[in-house]
């Protein structure tokens, strides 16, 4: 279920209009899944008959897995979520769960190296800078582990909720919060080395992209659809990319957050942004092109194509120079699948009942499946060659290699 964040301001407080906003908001509750498809109201979301998944059919297998160890890490069910992302670097894996688990797996083998619980909620997944691991929790904490060991080097808290993983290079450590603001933390003891803040609308999607930290280069998605480039040194802004244009006439229909988490290849960054557009960018933040689009995860990107899954589930495939729509496949709507991932030249899906769907990239048809875990499938995969990583939501990392 995708969740609202309703964001009031004081000034809104102080000015009287409390409950004109309010009243405007509850209204307006029956739109939203329209808006975004497969939400529902917590209050309707039981009784409510609307956006059931689409029941699968037989798939011929013509690529398959073989799975090669599963390694019972961190978490239960519903302690993994979209934003949990897993990490791969010196070929360990580490994970996170919303209570605070983290853990340290060899990727050979999926033999637990050391587990730490930190007893703070996390909002958000595993982030990587040097020799560190970072995590990030819902009470604003920022926390910085010894890859190796996974003792604690340094705690900082900042100004909000945390729901996505920071990122680092070594020297800086980037963290999103939910109120608008990036912090730029000294990677070696946590000091805030500086600080943005965008103005947050009313209405949010709850949930931020995961900064991406290129070189001296940061990338940020906001709430507001726009992308900056930040110098992580310092915090200059090097440009800003609107990616989504706020439409409509209400606080619901012109929301428009870049929540997935951008990716960047081959000098083009990709990002999306909810009820708004996907974009390719230039280094320099020229605007290659755009193209209609609709999506809280961040995009694919191959070789020819780019691809997203948007809200309703419709996995959509552009043309990777232009962002002309080359095909789509709507068999697999209102399924709550996780972000897409290209291995061994196939794109990869995973949903809500624990399936990672096989796709062609030519045409996105399917050309395999396999069940992981009844738990389902929501936090994105990694991939290392043809080995492919699965963190189920019963926090559980499984290991599967193409035949």
């Given amino acids: 279920m995708i969740k609202i964040l309703v964001i009031i301001s004081i000034t809104s407080i102080l000015s009287g209009c409390v409950t004109g906003l309010w009243s405007t908001v509850q209204d307006e509750w029956n739109a939203v899944e329209d ?3 497969g939400y529902e109201h917590p209050e309707d979301e039981k009784k409510s008959g609307k956006a059931k998944p ?52 060899a990727a050979d083998s999926g033999e637990i190296i050391w587990k730490i619980d930190l007893k703070i909620p996390l909002g958000g997944g595993v982030g990587i800078g040097g020799d560190q691991i970072f995590v990030g929790g819902t009470d604003g904490d920022v926390v910085a582990l010894d890859a190796s060991n996974g003792i604690k080097n340094w705690q900082q808290t900042i100004s909000s909720e945390i729901l996505s993983a920071p990122a680092g290079n070594g020297d800086i450590t980037i963290a999103q919060s939910q109120d608008g603001r990036i912090y730029a933390l000294d990677a ?31 990338i940020v998605g906001f709430s507001t659809g726009k992308v900056y ?4 040194a310092t915090g200059d802004t090097i440009w800003e990319n609107r990616i989504g244009v706020p439409k409509g006439r209400s606080e619901l229909e012109r929301m428009v957050d870049v929540d997935g988490e951008p990716v960047f290849s081959d000098e083009i960054l990709y990002a999306a942004s909810h009820q708004g557009r996907i974009g390719a960018i230039s280094k320099t933040g020229r605007a290659l092109w755009y193209q209609d689009a609709n999506t809280v995860l961040g995009p694919a990107v191959g070789s020819n194509h780019v691809y997203i899954v948007e809200t309703n589930n419709d996995i959509i495939a552009m043309d990777k120079n ?16 996780a972000r897409p991932t290209l291995a061994n030249g196939y794109l990869l899906i995973g949903d809500y009942e624990g399936y990672l769907h096989i796709l062609s990239e030519d045409d996105g048809g399917f050309i395999g499946r396999i ?18 990583y699965v963190l189920d939501n ?10």
Avoid at 322 to 337: A, D, E, F, V
Avoid at 394 to 403: K, M, Q, R
Wanted: charged share 20%; glycine share 8%.
């Fill in 322 to 337: 232009t962002g002309i729509i080359i095909w789509s496949n709507k068999h697999l709507r209102y399924r709550n699948l």
């Fill in 229 to 232: 480039a930040f110098s992580a």
């Fill in 394 to 403: 019963d926090g559980a990392v499984s290991a599967y290699e193409f035949l």
């Fill in 35 to 37: 808006l975004v498809p």
């Fill in 371 to 388: 069940k992981v875990d009844n738990s389902g499938i929501s936090a994105p995969l990694i991939v290392d060659g043809k080995i492919i």
């Fill in 54 to 105: 689409t029941k699968l059919f037989d798939v011929e297998k013509k690529v398959d897995l073989v799975k090669l160890w599963t390694s019972n890490v961190v978490g239960s069910q519903e302690l993994i979520g979209a934003g949990f992302k897993p990490a791969l670097f010196d070929n360990k894996i580490y994970v996170a769960d919303k209570n605070g688990l983290v853990a340290s797996i």
């Fill in 188 to 218: 070696q003891n946590g000091e805030i080395r500086w600080q943005y803040e965008v103005e947050v609308p009313v209405l949010t999607l709850r949930g931020t992209s995961s900064p991406i930290v290129i070189g001296n280069t940061a």
